[in-house]
């Protein structure tokens, strides 16, 4: 069974620019998330999809940060304008179904490095 | 809110030896998930082992095996006849139960662990 597949590995822009992160999770897992991982700490989510509906976008800084989900499957993440403080790794997970028992055990992917200068 | 805490930013243990990395965590709710990730220097974050709050039996996978103390709220990992393969960046997890609309998980700051050979 294929995991969770992230790209690009690396990436690296200029303050003030865009980028765009795709995800796709691993076949059947109805629940996606999007977390972010600034270095020297633990991962922080940022979306959760159920599906293609968001479940919990609290922390998600929405002047900036976007997502979707369309068709419930693949996802893309993006930021418009970058800034500095956005340098992280962000990690994409998925899970079978939303708290239902081990189902919803979270599978991460390989996650995506941005650098900001 | 939830909070994990790993007081632990770095681990050191002899190749063969035993090790046992801390967390405590804070919440007022009864039903959730803990868990341990490993994440290797590739940044895939790995589910090493879980625990269902309602359990009290402590959860074990192979050599690894927790210490849940519910009331203290402390779940530490110990991780017996270590390897080199076990380096790697450890995190302490929290998730809510099914009936508080869990998904998320919350992770502690995460513990450094090195193995000597």
């Known amino acids: 069974e294929a995991g969770v597949a992230q790209s690009p590995r690396y990436k690296i822009i200029e303050k003030r620019q865009s980028v765009a992160f795709w995800c796709n999770p691993i076949?059947?897992?109805?629940?996606l998330y999007w977390y972010q991982q600034i270095l020297g700490q633990g991962p922080k989510l940022l979306i959760q999809?159920?599906?293609?509906?968001?479940?919990?976008d609290s922390q998600l800084p929405k002047d900036r940060f976007s997502a979707e989900r369309l068709k419930g499957v693949d996802s893309t993440l993006k930021i418009q304008p970058a800034k500095l403080e956005d340098s992280a790794v962000y990690l994409c997970?998925?899970?079978?179904?939303?708290?239902?028992?081990?189902?919803?055990?979270?599978?991460f992917g390989p996650g995506t490095r941005l650098t900001v200068l | 809110a939830q909070t994990v805490t790993q007081s632990q930013p770095e681990m050191s243990v002899q190749e063969a030896e035993t090790v046992t990395l801390s967390c405590t965590y804070d919440?007022?709710?009864?039903?959730?998930?803990l868990f341990w990730y490993k994440q290797p220097p590739s940044r895939q974050m790995i589910l090493v082992i879980r625990?269902?709050?309602?359990?009290?039996q402590n959860a074990t996978e192979n050599r690894f095996s927790v210490n849940f103390q519910k009331a203290a709220k402390s779940f530490s990992l110990k991780i017996s006849d270590s390897q080199l393969g076990d380096a790697a960046m450890y995190f302490c997890?929290?998730?809510?139960?099914?009936?508080?609309?869990?998904?998320?998980?919350?992770f502690g700051q995460g513990t450094e662990l090195s193995v000597k050979p």
């Open positions: 997970a998925s899970s079978f179904k939303l708290g239902q028992g081990r189902g919803d055990t979270q599978y």
């Open positions: 076949s059947g897992h109805a629940t």
């Open positions: 999809f159920q599906n293609n509906g968001v479940v919990d």
């Open positions: 919440t007022s709710e009864s039903d959730y998930y």
């Open positions: 625990q269902e709050a309602y359990k009290q």
């Open positions: 997890a929290y998730r809510r139960g099914i009936y508080n609309q869990g998904g998320k998980l919350i």
